[in-house]
């Protein structure tokens, strides 16, 4: 059993404070494909009164993976706040007594995760993994200025000026603002044949 496995006996009616950094690959369920994490630090407080435990904190680390514009290695570090409410047999206080929608806002703006209790301990990296698989982008991005490379070329423009008329400043800058639209509207795109 990890540091991650809390056992019930550790934190029935106290707080047990938490702070615990591992390798993402540790938090990893059987079964479930990997993230692109590196290590990550759990931290916060676990309370319990024997039925519910409570852990308040956050999970932080880094994503890393390809920027989707130069291609080159972006790292992306996530801190996301978490509440995880873990409970055994029926939540102490069943959904029914309270008006549905209230329920589903309160929860989708407090980020409560409801986990219910499986064996005599808690298994904050199962938790954790949740937490992180959720935070995860869409689109890695070296920075959100990422120049990324030039459509000619293939010159990396966060390093250089290749000098080709699509990686200059002035026609970068012009595609940009002119990319979205000439997607939509390819006439508009700027006639390369006479070049
Ligand atoms: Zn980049
Ligand atoms: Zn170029």
Do not use: Y
Request: hydrophobic share 40%.
């Amino acid at each position: 059993m990890s540091a991650l496995q809390v056992p019930l006996s550790a934190v029935s009616g106290g707080a047990l404070p938490i702070d615990l950094e591992t390798a993402g690959q540790s938090l990893q369920p059987e079964g479930v494909s990997g993230l692109p994490i590196g290590p990550v630090r759990i931290r916060g407080t676990l309370t319990g009164d024997g039925v519910q435990f409570v852990f308040t904190g956050h999970v932080a680390g880094s994503f890393t993976g390809t920027c989707a514009r130069c291609l080159g290695p972006a790292e992306m570090p996530f801190d996301v706040e978490a509440i995880w409410v873990f409970s055994q047999g029926p939540l102490p206080h069943p959904l029914e007594d309270w008006e549905e929608e209230e329920v589903e806002d309160e929860e989708a703006d407090s980020g409560v995760t409801r986990i219910p209790l499986d064996g005599n301990f808690i298994d904050l990296a199962l938790a954790a993994w949740e937490e992180i698989a959720l935070a995860m982008p869409l689109k890695f991005l070296c920075k959100e200025t990422c120049a990324g490379l030039c459509p000619e070329c293939g010159a990396n423009l966060n390093d250089t000026r290749c000098g080709c008329a699509a990686g200059t400043n002035e026609t970068t800058f012009a595609n940009k603002g002119l990319k979205a639209l000439g997607d939509l509207f390819p006439d508009l795109k700027p006639d390369r044949s006479e070049d």
